[in-house]
């Protein structure tokens, strides 16, 4: 079992240009989590997938970002045109159902310049 | 809305000491509280996940919750250098949600 995959692992954009973010739920997860840690502010939580409806999404700023989940086997986080204060690593976690454990990938460390 | 802290910011201890870390919940209704460990630039690692008032040990880790208090602490038996690391609280629940909130963390290491 690989994990939770995310790609790619560091990105670095300008500002004002996009960002897509991936994430790979472990086989058989029917719920996938995004977080977003930074020094300031800690680890947050933005929005949450289950059997891949949206359920919660009160974290997600209210412009710029989005999220999907296609198909079960991959989910992903979309910021236009990034701003320096969206620099941070980005972590996807997936569980097998509600109430489960999660387990986290490495995240995502997104660089803004 | 749900409000984590952890104290304090930092701690560092002598290697074979116990080391205690502090986190405090605003919900009553969270129904269960983890503790992670976070390595410079890895992932989270659950170390204990509680559910009811009282003690839970993990191997070397012991979680200890006071939800009257609105408490729950980790304590860390004679921690090892590869204990150094940042420890996350996160509590889940209140009002029927399933998302963690986490508090800003303890960032632990180990005199030799």
């Known amino acids: 079992n690989a994990g939770v995959i995310q790609t790619p692992r560091h990105k670095v954009t300008g500002k004002g240009q996009e960002a897509t973010l991936w994430c790979e739920p472990i086989?058989?997860?029917?719920?996938v989590f995004w977080y977003r840690q930074t020094i300031v502010q800690g680890l947050e939580f933005l929005t949450y997938f289950r059997n891949q409806a949206p359920i919660d999404d009160s974290g997600m700023p209210k412009e710029r970002f989005s999220a999907q989940m296609p198909n079960q086997s991959h989910s992903t986080l979309k910021i236009q045109s990034t701003q320096p204060q969206d620099s941070a690593v980005y972590l996807c976690?997936?569980?097998?159902?509600?109430?489960?454990?999660?387990?986290f990938g490495p995240g995502t460390r997104l660089t803004v310049l | 809305q749900q409000k984590v802290q952890q104290s304090p910011e930092s701690l560092t201890v002598s290697e074979g000491a116990m080391a205690s870390l502090n986190c405090t919940f605003s919900?009553?209704?969270?129904?269960?509280f983890r503790w992670y460990r976070q390595h410079s630039g890895k992932g989270l690692e659950v170390l204990v996940s509680i559910f009811s008032d009282g003690e839970k040990e993990e191997g070397s880790f012991t979680a200890h919750l006071n939800r009257a208090s609105l408490h729950v602490f980790l304590h860390i038996r004679e921690p090892q250098p590869s204990d150094s690391a940042l420890y996350l609280c996160a509590v889940r629940g209140g009002t029927g949600s399933n998302r963690l909130t986490f508090g800003k963390g303890t960032k632990f290491s180990l005199i030799p």
């Open positions: 086989s058989g997860h029917s719920a």
């Open positions: 919900d009553r209704s969270s129904d269960n």
């Open positions: 976690a997936s569980s097998p159902g509600t109430g489960y454990e999660q387990y």
